[in-house]
């Protein structure tokens, strides 16, 4: 098995973050992954993306240019990348913000509303766990054991108070995320 | 036992120096290498082993300090990305004159001048061409990967103390700023200072005791006696390439074209080796280890079974000269790489090669 991913939104958003606990997850089966971000003038506001690599064999480029997933959290990163994802793959976003939906038909898409859930639970921060929650519905690729340990792993101690809240963000991604189909895109 | 972690490529770097019992870091930060140093001043290492960490005033002030300290035996680091290695060449040249063990880690950008701070191979000349001045050269470790940037400071340790001469670990951004898995070795113990006097006292500034004084310098002015330390570097050198050579081979036993590429690149070969083969292209990837020495034999070998190679840098072609000097014209070689920060895709690669050499032999032919 060999998942590769790119997840792209705004800085802030969590996208780093998000990789960094999925390929924690990873680690914590065994798997070999990598964790490519885009650095540079990047910060809060601007984008950012990480590419994340999971895989039973040894990782070959760490950056490429298709992918078997994509994690698309701005208009921005939706205009870069859906054209990116391997044809049967798969398209999960975020639709606060998006104007331009995406319009492939070759490729599985589905939305979660990060935001709305996230705001419900009464904390913005945990937005990227909502949405990982999403992911791992649609494509269990590490699980959810695992996602814990990979927490605990990346978080400082300090904040593992917050591993509750976290994994409960995941379950509502997880049972909040739907197919999105071209008939019911409201126009 | 080692400890699995899932680290950036500089911070393995730098963790793995602490554990290799180095004794002082000096540098200054730049992107995209500032985690070697953040790290280690997050890190305290002068209260797990006593390394010495500091942030000079600048890169030229950083590498005196490693001159300095390499003077006395011990095992000095200095870590910078492509400018501030510029301004380190002057102290670089001075190391291998005078013969001093040091490491030098370059996190490459893109260049010329200040450049970009994306990642970039094109201080390749840089690295294995001199770069300062005078008859020397470097013994350069081009790390590929995570678990790479942390074992090559060992290993460049060990051949600086060796061959009492300067190692550079040439590495880029991609992998200084990439995360994967990465086992790290267990602390090793610093060398006392009476250890140190009795393995380097021979030479190094020890404080004098019963013993001739010993000198460290770089200046001869008697052309006899300069000639000869010029004479003993190259010794030095030509031992290094019997002895020292590392180099990897993937898919090239039934290989039909050649990917040469170190480093990031080579990663990204590799992509593009697998890609060539489901589409039933028989591609296969020569990565040099070591880009001094550099695997001229293997590659005058794999010449004789290939019928093109494809030098994939992140330049606008420098490797490829060396390539070309290996296999003396014996199949054409030539060169792909974007620039400017740009990393190629696997894509792109198998692209090139297919457009430079492949679809190229009928033209040849004829």
């Known amino acids: 098995m060999t998942e590769e991913i790119i997840i792209a939104g705004f800085g802030g958003q969590g996208v780093l973050s998000m990789g960094k606990i999925l390929a924690y997850s990873g680690i914590m089966q065994d798997q070999e992954v990598s964790w490519m971000p885009s650095y540079g003038p990047e910060m809060r506001g601007g984008t950012a993306n990480v590419t994340v690599i999971l895989s039973d064999e040894r990782i070959s480029s760490p950056y490429l240019k298709v992918f078997d997933t994509a994690i698309i959290l701005n208009q921005q990163s939706m205009d870069k990348f859906e054209e990116s994802v391997k044809p049967g793959g798969i398209l999960l976003y975020e639709p606060n913000g998006i104007s331009q939906h995406p319009t492939r038909t070759d490729i599985n898409i589905y939305q979660i509303d990060g935001n709305k859930i996230s705001t419900e639970m009464g904390n913005k921060k945990i937005f990227n766990m909502v949405v990982l929650g999403a992911y791992l519905k649609i494509k269990p690729t590490v699980e959810l054991n695992n996602v814990i340990e990979g927490l605990k792993k990346s978080l400082p101690e300090r904040y593992h108070h917050l591993i509750p809240l976290n994994e409960e963000a995941i379950t509502k991604g997880m049972n909040s995320v739907k197919l999105y189909t071209i008939e019911n895109q409201v126009c | 036992m080692s400890e699995l972690k899932l680290m950036k490529g500089n911070e393995a770097l730098a963790e793995a120096a602490i554990r290799a019992g180095v004794d002082a870091y000096f540098g200054y930060p730049i992107t995209p290498q500032s985690e070697v140093i953040e790290y280690l001043m997050t890190e305290r290492p002068e209260d797990r082993t006593g390394m010495v960490v500091l942030q000079a005033e600048s890169e030229i002030a950083a590498i005196n300090m490693v001159y300095g300290a390499a003077s006395t035996g011990k095992k000095v680091l200095t870590s910078s990305s492509s400018p501030g290695i510029s301004l380190k060449l002057e102290g670089i040249s001075y190391l291998a004159g005078a013969e001093l063990p040091a490491v030098i880690v370059n996190v490459v ?209 420098q490797m490829v000269e060396d390539v070309r000097l290996s296999v003396e014209h014996k199949v054409p070689v030539e060169h792909f790489g974007r620039t400017g920060g740009i990393i190629h895709t696997p894509e792109e690669v198998l692209e090139a090669l297919e457009l430079k050499i492949i679809n190229n032999e009928c033209i040849r032919h004829h």
């Open chain 2, 109 to 317: 950008r893109g260049g010329p001048g200040l450049g970009t701070i994306q990642p970039s191979q094109a201080d390749y000349f840089q690295s294995v061409k001199g770069g300062g001045h005078g008859d020397y050269k470097l013994y350069v470790l081009a790390p590929a990967s995570v678990q790479e940037m942390a074992d090559f400071v060992e290993d460049a340790f060990d051949i600086a103390f060796k061959y009492r001469a300067p190692v550079l670990i040439l590495s880029d951004g991609l992998i200084g700023q990439m995360m994967e898995k990465v086992f790290l070795k267990d602390q090793q113990e610093r060398l006392t200072d009476e250890e140190v006097i009795k393995r380097h006292d021979s030479w190094a500034v020890t404080g004098k005791t019963n013993r001739e004084r010993n000198i460290i310098t770089s200046l001869d002015l008697q052309s006899e006696k300069m000639e000869a330390r010029v004479r003993r570097l190259m010794k030095k050198y030509e031992q290094m390439e019997k002895e020292d050579l590392r180099y990897e081979e993937y898919q090239t036993e039934d290989a039909e074209y050649l990917f040469v590429a170190y480093g990031s690149s080579a990663r990204i070969a590799q992509k593009a080796v697998q890609l060539a083969r489901a589409k039933g292209i028989k591609a296969g990837l020569l990565r040099p280890i070591t880009l001094f020495p550099y695997p001229k034999q293997v590659l005058f070998d794999l010449a004789d079974q290939v019928k093109g190679i494809l030098s994939v840098e992140l330049n606008a072609g």
